[in-house]
């Protein structure tokens, strides 16, 4: 039997779907995988599925052209973990688990919005602090969104699923910027550039794939862009947001608030953006949820399955 490397503990309905096709090893630790680790992977197993933090940088792939392992089925759509061209480079095939994660991160992306406009987290610390001293007309006012102008970033699988809530759930305007003009079923604008959504968005949405192309895309300049009054929404990636950056703008008052689902170093969160009321910090739950995280890990064996008879993978990058 071919042999299979889980590098987290999967929900048990994926790991029984890896075991009837495979001799699985499963690593019984939630932590991302070291160089070392990783090199042995290569090494021992046919198939390996890694996830976000397991770093397959070229410098892991070195020497690998005659290893046994052949395919990296990543769990999860982000790869921005691995050197996918230094994989091939070596004739390791990369796949990962799109549409899986859609909605599910549309409805986080949504939440955190909704959170940073009407001030959700600061008000639910106030209550738990027991420092809630009564309704009053100019308590905690945040900001409506209907009416508003949501700027969605990377208007792919999640970017379009984000705007199908924000303009049939909310009544919200759409408009976006992405690398080309899409046809959507609903109302939205394509920008003129990004420094025009920036300048016309009451909250603007990060949605695009992390890696060199995006890093620090919204840096100090794009942050002087926004409103003083917008919400900044990352559920992409945390280095495509320059945090320092963001610190200051935040610290500086020239945007509203923000809403993270992700950092630049995870699991480390600076201790200026946790001390901050006008921002709401999320654990990376953008999947969190078993039947999403069941799905992804079939799709991931789907493809670990399709490798093993030869056939053609279901999602190769
Ligand atoms: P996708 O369908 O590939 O969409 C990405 C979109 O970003 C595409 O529409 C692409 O434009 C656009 N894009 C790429 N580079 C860009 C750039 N430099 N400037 C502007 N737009 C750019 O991917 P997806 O399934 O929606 O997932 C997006 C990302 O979300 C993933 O890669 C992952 O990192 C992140 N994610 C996070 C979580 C979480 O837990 N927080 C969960 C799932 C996914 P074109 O279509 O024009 O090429």
């Known amino acids: 039997m071919a042999e299979l490397y889980l590098t987290r503990p999967m929900p048990p309905k994926a790991l029984r779907a890896a075991q009837a096709a495979f001799n699985v090893t499963e690593?019984?630790?939630?932590?991302p995988l070291k160089k070392g680790e990783m090199r042995a992977s290569l090494v021992l197993y046919d198939v390996v599925i890694p996830t976000l933090g397991d770093l397959f940088t070229a410098e892991v792939f070195e020497g690998m052209e005659g290893?046994?392992?052949?395919?990296?089925?990543?769990?999860?759509?982000?790869?921005?973990?691995?050197?996918?061209?230094?994989?091939?480079?070596?004739?390791?095939?990369?796949?990962?688990?799109?549409?899986?994660?859609?909605e599910a991160t549309a409805d986080i992306a949504l939440?955190?919005?909704?959170?940073?406009?009407?001030?959700?987290?600061?008000?639910?610390?106030?209550?738990?602090?027991?420092?809630?001293?009564?309704?009053?007309?100019?308590?905690?006012?945040?900001?409506?969104?209907?009416?508003?102008?949501?700027?969605?970033?990377?208007?792919?699988?999640?970017?379009?699923?984000?705007?199908?809530?924000?303009?049939?759930?909310?009544?919200?305007?759409?408009?976006?910027?992405?690398?080309?003009?899409?046809?959507?079923?609903?109302?939205?604008?394509?920008?003129?550039?990004?420094?025009?959504?920036?300048?016309?968005?009451?909250?603007?949405?990060?949605?695009?794939?992390?890696?060199?192309?995006?890093?620090?895309?919204?840096?100090?300049?794009?942050?002087?862009?926004?409103?003083?009054?917008?919400?900044?929404i990352n559920i992409a990636r945390g280095d495509v947001v320059d945090e320092t950056a963001l610190i200051a703008a935040l610290q500086s008052g020239q945007i509203g608030g923000a809403g993270l689902d992700v950092y630049e170093n995870e699991p480390r969160v600076p201790e200026a953006l946790r001390q901050m009321e006008n921002v709401t910090l999320l654990p990376h739950l953008g999947t969190a949820a078993l039947d999403v995280r069941e799905e992804m890990g079939l799709m991931a064996v789907e493809n670990a399955i399709a490798h093993l008879n030869d056939q053609p993978l279901l999602n190769p990058l």
């Open 27 to 31: 690593r019984p630790l939630n932590t």
């Open 67 to 102: 290893s046994r392992c052949r395919l990296l089925a990543n769990f999860g759509v982000g790869y921005n973990h691995i050197d996918v061209e230094a994989a091939r480079k070596v004739g390791i095939a990369v796949t990962n688990t799109p549409g899986a994660v859609t």
């Open 111 to 232: 939440m955190l919005m909704l959170m940073s406009a009407r001030r959700a987290a600061e008000g639910e610390r106030l209550v738990r602090a027991g420092k809630w001293t009564g309704w009053h007309p100019t308590q905690m006012l945040g900001l409506h969104l209907g009416g508003k102008t949501c700027g969605i970033i990377g208007m792919g699988r999640i970017g379009q699923a984000i705007a199908r809530r924000v303009h049939y759930g909310l009544g919200m305007k759409v408009m976006y910027h992405s690398r080309s003009y899409k046809h959507l079923e609903m109302p939205a604008r394509a920008a003129d550039s990004l420094e025009a959504l920036l300048a016309a968005s009451d909250c603007v949405i990060l949605a695009v794939p992390g890696g060199a192309e995006t890093r620090h895309l919204i840096g100090a300049a794009e942050l002087a862009s926004m409103r003083p009054h917008a919400h900044l």
